[in-house]
């Protein structure tokens, strides 16, 4: 059984910024694609990036480019979150998701088969 476990998580100013960690545990090998989601309250789970684990293509929401930036360390079986000039409205808990299979677009949350239990992140003014 895959394990996802999210770290990094905080609170900041507006303007400040976080990286955020998911590490990934037994039957790494097992997994295709992984991706950040987050989820507001009050508000439905909406996708951030995702990253190919064979070759590192990276893909992007388009309301989420240009502040965050999605990788991987194979060495550490981990992925991060650089997330850039928060603001606010970035507060959220942030999910960790990964997948065992292919699919089309990489954010839709269905495909996912294993879900971090969550790292909140708060932006105030």
């Known amino acids: 059984q895959v394990q996802l476990v999210e770290s990094g998580g905080g609170s900041v100013q507006d303007g400040g910024f976080l990286r955020l960690s998911c590490e990934v545990s037994r039957q790494r090998s097992t997994i295709t694609l992984m991706a950040w989601f987050r989820q507001a309250p009050g508000k439905e789970r909406e996708g951030i990036a995702a990253?190919?684990?064979?070759?590192?293509?990276?893909y992007y929401a388009d309301s989420m480019k240009g502040r965050f930036t999605i990788s991987q360390d194979s060495a550490k079986n981990t992925v991060y979150l650089q997330m850039m000039n928060l603001k606010p409205e970035d507060t959220a808990t942030y999910y960790c998701?990964?997948?065992?299979?292919?699919?089309?677009?990489?954010?839709?949350?269905?495909?996912?088969?294993?879900w971090g239990q969550g790292t909140q992140v708060t932006v105030s003014l």
């Open positions: 990253v190919y684990i064979a070759d590192g293509r990276t």
């Open positions: 998701a990964a997948a065992a299979g292919g699919f089309w677009p990489p954010l839709t949350i269905s495909g996912y088969d294993y």
